[in-house]
């Protein structure tokens, strides 16, 4: 059977990865190109390039 401390150390591990995810993806968004390859659709709809 299944323990509360179980399933309270499974939630924890879980929420460490997903910080930890979240943090990296912020990174490559910020500090990377993906963001072209992510949203390449903000030139067509409308929105102007700065120039």
Known sequence: MITLKKI???????????????ILSQWLVLHTDIKTYVNPVYEYIGV???E
């Open 48 to 50: 102007f390039k700065p």
């Open 8 to 22: 309270e150390k499974i939630i924890r591990s879980l929420l460490i990865i997903l910080l930890l995810l979240l």
